[in-house]
């Protein structure tokens, strides 16, 4: 069968059907209203509070935390009637902010601001960009159980409510993205926002990715509290980024709704572990930090001892904010842990994304790599064995894994979330 992807730059794959075990990628769902209508319908009826309008006076200094220009979030859409409930609130517009939450992405322009935001809304409000490194504008709100300093952007203490904009789909580090996510790591200093992450670390996969209740979602939820977040508007989307929810209200209780509509989308099932996994990073593929993702879903997919072959764009390299990862290369759990116990590396943040790919093409399998946009000298120091197509990739695995491998195609890679048989069922029944 050949297997083409969603880069229409990247050449299909053509896979033995004696070898093709599946292919998974995010449901595509027909959306019944608007993103206009679901947004109102979102904002009339939130869930576990009460409505902007009756929490608001004309007193209210309101700020506004939108997600960044990796995520999907249909930010230009959705931010009109939300800004619409606020003034008609009474709350006048020089009293309302919007604070772009970038967590640690290298920093957007001016034109990736409008893309996100509208041409309008930069026009009539006050916009701002978080930048994770600016201690300057972090102020400390409390401490995490083991005395991390919880430093988020000050403009957070400066507002009598904050209303966090963002999507839900399922996430590696935090269970799925959206909810308290804006605050944490979206509006948050260094050591925060490494200490989140490392502990992420600690947890495989499947402890995580795609959980919404999990320890360290737990945790964000605690410091985004501390930190103000009264009220979140959030997407769920299909495979063609057509949204098909919105959920609005509680930062806890809204972003459970929303995550169990995100992993219907999302979690597909899969017959059983594979030998050979052929991720491709979509929608995630600015830069090597963020196509990760598909290594990240292929963790529930592969097998042990198996190959996860990446298949990425990447046209920012492997990541700006984050030298460390291009310069140390993907290592596994222990080896990172005894990086970090020496100082090798400080920044938690990456030594948490380390492990995070390390998990997989270091531990668990390993790892090809097909992306034009970074060098193979690069793509070798990293951990990957290099392949300049799908196809070469793939025989590079079968030269590996053995000619009757079984192989998953995950098509969005950086989005679906792999379910074993077992697993949907047990969801299914809980």
């Known amino acids: 069968m050949q297997i083409s992807f969603t880069y229409p730059d990247v050449p299909a794959v053509e896979i033995p059907d004696s070898n093709l075990l599946a292919v998974l990628q995010p449901a595509r769902v027909e959306p019944s209203q608007s993103v206009e209508q679901l947004v109102q319908e979102a904002l009339d009826h939130p869930v576990g509070t009460q409505t902007l309008e009756r929490q608001l006076s004309s007193?209210?200094?309101?700020?506004?935390?939108?997600?960044?220009?990796?995520?999907?979030?249909?930010?230009?859409?959705?931010?009109?009637?939300?800004?619409?409930?606020?003034?008609?609130?009474g709350c006048p517009r020089h009293n309302l902010r919007i604070l772009v939450a970038a967590g640690t992405h290298a920093r957007m322009s001016r034109e990736e601001v409008t893309k996100k935001l509208g041409e309008q809304t930069p026009a009539r409000y006050e916009v701002?960009?978080?930048?994770?490194?600016?201690?300057?504008?972090?102020?400390?709100?409390?401490?995490?159980?083991?005395g991390t300093p919880i430093r988020v952007n000050r403009m957070l203490s400066e507002a009598d409510f904050i209303i966090g904009v963002g999507m839900i789909v399922?996430?590696?580090?935090?269970?799925?993205?959206?909810?308290s996510t804006i605050v944490q790591p979206g509006v948050s200093g260094p050591q925060i926002t490494g200490y989140t992450h490392w502990q992420s670390a600690l947890f495989a996969g499947h402890e995580i990715l795609g959980i919404a209740d999990n320890p360290v979602?737990?945790?964000?939820?605690?410091?985004?509290?501390?930190?103000?977040?009264?009220?979140?508007?959030?997407?769920?989307?299909?495979?063609?980024?057509?949204?098909?929810?919105?959920?609005?209200?509680?930062?806890?209780?809204?972003?459970r709704q929303g995550a169990e509509h995100s992993r219907r989308i999302y979690g597909v099932p899969q017959p059983r572990l594979a030998d050979?996994?052929?991720?491709?990073s979509f929608p995630a593929d600015y830069d090597l930090w963020q196509a990760a993702k598909g290594i990240y879903s292929s963790e529930l997919a592969v097998a042990e001892g198996g190959v996860?072959?990446?298949?990425?764009?990447?046209?920012?390299?492997?990541?700006?904010?984050?030298?460390?990862?291009?310069?140390?290369?993907?290592?596994?759990?222990?080896?990172?842990?005894?990086?970090?116990?020496?100082?090798?590396?400080?920044?938690?943040?990456?030594?948490?994304?380390?492990?995070?790919?390390?998990?997989?093409i270091r531990d668990r399998a390993r790892?090809?790599?097909?992306?034009?946009?970074?060098?193979?000298?690069?793509?070798?120091?990293?951990?990957?064995?290099?392949?300049?197509?799908?196809?070469?990739?793939?025989?590079?695995?079968?030269?590996?894994?053995?000619?009757?491998?079984?192989?998953?195609?995950?098509?969005?890679?950086?989005?679906?979330?792999?379910?074993?048989?077992?697993?949907?069922?047990?969801?299914?029944?809980?």
């Open 59 to 89: 007193g209210s200094r309101i700020l506004i935390l939108v997600d960044d220009i990796t995520r999907q979030t249909p930010a230009a859409r959705l931010l009109p009637e939300i800004l619409r409930r606020v003034e008609l609130a």
């Open 128 to 146: 701002h960009l978080h930048h994770w490194r600016e201690e300057d504008k972090l102020q400390e709100i409390g401490t995490a159980p083991d």
């Open 170 to 179: 399922p996430h590696r580090v935090m269970g799925f993205t959206g909810g």
């Open 217 to 255: 979602r737990r945790e964000v939820e605690q410091i985004a509290r501390l930190a103000g977040l009264r009220f979140i508007v959030n997407v769920v989307m299909d495979a063609e980024e057509r949204v098909l929810h919105v959920i609005a209200g509680d930062p806890v209780a809204a972003h």
């Open 276 to 280: 050979i996994v052929i991720a491709e």
């Open 308 to 360: 996860v072959i990446l298949v990425t764009p990447c046209p920012h390299g492997v990541s700006d904010e984050h030298p460390e990862v291009e310069a140390l290369g993907y290592h596994g759990l222990e080896a990172v842990k005894k990086m970090v116990e020496e100082k090798a590396v400080t920044d938690l943040v990456a030594a948490a994304h380390l492990v995070h790919v390390g998990r997989v």
């Open 367 to 430: 790892g090809v790599m097909v992306s034009p946009g970074i060098a193979p000298p690069v793509q070798r120091h990293l951990g990957f064995e290099h392949a300049s197509t799908p196809q070469k990739a793939l025989e590079r695995a079968f030269e590996l894994a053995g000619r009757s491998a079984g192989v998953v195609v995950l098509r969005h890679g950086g989005d679906v979330l792999p379910l074993l048989a077992t697993t949907a069922v047990a969801a299914s029944a809980s």
